[in-house]
């Protein structure tokens, strides 16, 4: 039987898996990729770490997917995180898990995965063309027939989108898979920003530029309710704020209307109002004649007592001991909600995730072919889907690379 023709454009992680996938069901498989080299994006992630996926069942996979989690069932189903951890474990890449179940390479060195996935596809004979930018997707009738290079043009049985999204632009997803997906026929969810750090308008952000705080109550509020609540680190920047919460956070805002947007930390989060004064008051009798503004220190680190300070409006140089019961709940207050506005998330540059990308309607999400042009297949994060941190983007991105792999090498799936 005639081998089945494949290109996969985008030699990212959701493409590498496509090809790999395809050449090991016998197909002949040409990766195209821009860059002159593969997996530029995946060289950045997890810190250089890379948190390749996170050991954990399907339905916790699901439960972290923030946009269409249902679409992704049969992809999860046939490729999850353990036959991805399996994966690549034979494929002789060691690696560990750590805390929330993040799995990293025990090298702590993404450029091991990006080395693991190049040998492979080496092995396979998948050739891979590099430098080459893939213009446009010509189709017929509905029908997949082939891409455009520079100066010319390559037949195929089949097409895998794997361009990725348009974050981090440096690294080479630039958006263009959305322009094939619109060119054919497709229609592309608005995209933005997610994983994200946001600007916030309040001035004292900047003097507490690099402070970090850890078991902090984080929450966002869409001005009536709750958006996101959760314990953990953030982080003050000279534009506003980052780190973990905070970029999960940035999620819930993303696509959507921040103008009424509120945030509020609470530093105390293990007290109560009442076991916090207590707290204070135990404080404040350990140095009754001292001044307010020295009697904050076993509390809260020092970076953050002058804006506390400032902000529950007591004289710093009071006496700790004329300080009143009311100026002392103003400052529980202040501690348990330290109140920011979030003015803007930060641009495409600082996104770990763009939200939004090719309908999931337009897709069938038990092959990812595309249901408008036959032989035309999606995978990663061109696709509108996006999920938390800790793994989960780059599973998405493995499991529609297999999925679409397997499918557009296998066509009576
Ligand atoms: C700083 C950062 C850290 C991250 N850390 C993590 C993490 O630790 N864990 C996690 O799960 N997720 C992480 N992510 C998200 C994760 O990197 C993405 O979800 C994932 O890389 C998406 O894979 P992809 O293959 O769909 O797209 P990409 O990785 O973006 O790959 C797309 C590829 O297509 C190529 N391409 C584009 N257009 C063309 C064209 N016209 N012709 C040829 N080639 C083309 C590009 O050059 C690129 O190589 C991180 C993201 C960032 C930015």
Known sequence: MKKRNIIVIGGGAAGMMAALTAADADACVTLIEKNEKLGKKLYITGKGRCNITNDSDI???????????????????????????????????????????????????????????????????????????????????????????????????????????????????????????????????????????????????????????????????????????????????????????????????????????KMAVDLKPGLTKQQLDERILRDFSECKNGLFKNSLGRLLPGKLIPVIIKLSSIDGDKKVNSITKQERMRLVDILKRLVMTPISLRGFNEAVITKGGVIVKEINPSTMESKKVKGMYFAGEVIDTDAMTGGYNLQIAWSTGYLAGLSAAVTDM
């Not at 992704?72 to 353990?82: G, I, M, P």
């Not at 920003?193 to 916030?200: D, G, K, M, R, T």
């Not at 940035?250 to 009424?260: E, K, L, P, T």
Request: a positive charge; hydrophobic letters at 35%; proline letters at 3%.
């Open 59 to 261: 339905q916790n996979l699901l439960f972290h997917v923030m946009s269409n989690p249902k679409f992704l069932y049969s992809a999860f189903n046939t490729f999850d995180s353990k036959k991805l951890i399996d994966f690549f474990q034979n494929k002789g890449l060691n690696l560990k898990t750590e805390r929330g179940h993040r799995v990293f390479p025990v090298s702590d060195k993404s450029s091991d995965v990006i080395k693991t996935l190049k040998n492979a596809l080496e092995e396979r004979n998948v050739k891979i063309y590099y430098n080459t930018e893939v213009e446009k997707i010509n189709t017929k009738d509905g029908v997949f027939k082939s891409v455009s290079i520079k100066n010319k043009t390559l037949n195929a049985d089949a097409v895998i989108i794997a361009t990725g999204g348009i974050s981090y632009p440096s690294t080479g997803s630039t958006g263009d898979g959305y322009r094939f997906a619109t060119d054919t026929g497709h229609k592309i969810k608005d995209t933005s920003p997610s994983l994200v750090p946001f600007n916030i308008k309040e001035d004292f952000v900047k003097e507490l530029q690099g402070l970090s705080l850890r078991n902090v109550e984080f929450s966002l509020s869409d001005g009536k309710k709750i958006l996101y609540r959760e314990i953990g680190e953030m982080l003050f920047t000279h534009f506003g704020i980052s780190g973990p919460l905070v970029l999960t956070a940035s999620s819930y805002a993303s696509g959507r209307d921040i103008s009424n947007m």
